[in-house]
């Protein structure tokens, strides 16, 4: 599974403002709404109610907000870098400024933890984050993220 497959180009927010987590996940809610159709409200209290479980502030500035849908086809995924730093409750304390959404099916099953797995790989590459953080437009954060290491070049078969 490539990021390729979780992420379209559109879907990466290079500058994204939020003053807070609340805000964040509303963010998240209203762009996923924009680019899928889904319902705003649904998206926003799927993400809430997976926090309540447990922060998914993975720590050292990554947070990797997800969910299952009813409404949801396919894993869909949102990348943002915030603008700022935002106080996400994360396991290490410290405020989170990259941020992989991710909304599977409700019966995605292994597909979902195969999804999670693939992007906290990523995510844990300290190199890539140097990188995402320092990338400047959509675009060049969606080339960090489908060309890795790990095999997930982003080129699909025709």
């Not at 320092?134 to 060309?147: G, K, N, Q, R």
């Amino acid at each position: 599974m490539n990021i390729s497959d979780l992420l379209a180009p559109e879907a990466v927010v290079a500058a994204l403002k939020a003053q807070g987590k609340k805000q964040l996940l509303q963010e998240l809610a209203a762009r996923t709404h924009s680019l899928t159709g889904l319902p705003e409200r649904r998206v926003f209290e799927t993400l809430v109610e997976r926090e309540r479980l447990g922060t998914t502030g993975v720590g050292s500035g990554i947070a990797i907000p997800h969910g299952r849908m009813a409404e949801v086809s396919t894993i869909t995924g949102i990348f943002a870098r915030l603008d700022s730093p935002v106080d996400y409750e994360a396991v290490d304390g410290q405020p989170v400024d990259l941020v992989f959404m991710l909304l599977a099916p409700e019966n995605a099953g292994a597909d979902h933890l195969k999804a999670l797995a693939r992007v906290s790989r990523l995510l844990r590459d300290r190199q890539v984050c140097e990188k995402l953080r320092a990338a400047a437009t959509p675009e060049a954060l969606y080339a960090i993220l489908t060309s890795n290491k790990d095999g997930g070049t982003g080129i699909q078969a025709a």
